[in-house]
């Protein structure tokens, strides 16, 4: 099971600050993939929003590596994002 963190939680950025306001993710073999809804309230971005494919550890750290999900993956993140409508709206304009 994925690990539930806080939502909305801050952000910082060099280019604005903000918070996650949706996040989907699944608990995978070898680490949590996560995509994540990104509101920037301050900054050069205020008004703007981005998002974020990141991982973390099962250890409950974030990873600075870049999200690389396999096959079996990609069931488990579109169970996730049944309950982030506005990031899976987003996500749906990449297919689109």
């Known amino acids: 099971m994925?690990?539930?963190?806080?939502?909305?939680?801050?952000?910082?950025?060099?280019?604005g600050s903000g918070e996650i306001v949706e996040e989907a993710a699944f608990e995978g073999e070898h680490h949590e993939p996560v995509i994540q809804l990104m509101e920037y309230t301050e900054g050069q971005a205020a008004g703007s929003f981005s998002v974020r494919f990141c991982t973390y550890?099962?250890?409950?750290?974030?990873?600075?590596?870049?999200?690389?999900?396999?096959?079996?993956?990609?069931a488990g993140l579109r169970e996730a994002l049944k309950s982030t409508p506005r990031l899976r709206t987003l996500l749906k304009k990449l297919v689109e």
């Open 57 to 74: 550890g099962h250890n409950g750290r974030f990873s600075r590596s870049p999200l690389m999900v396999g096959e079996d993956d990609i």
């Open 2 to 15: 994925a690990t539930v963190r806080k939502v909305p939680r801050p952000f910082e950025m060099y280019w």
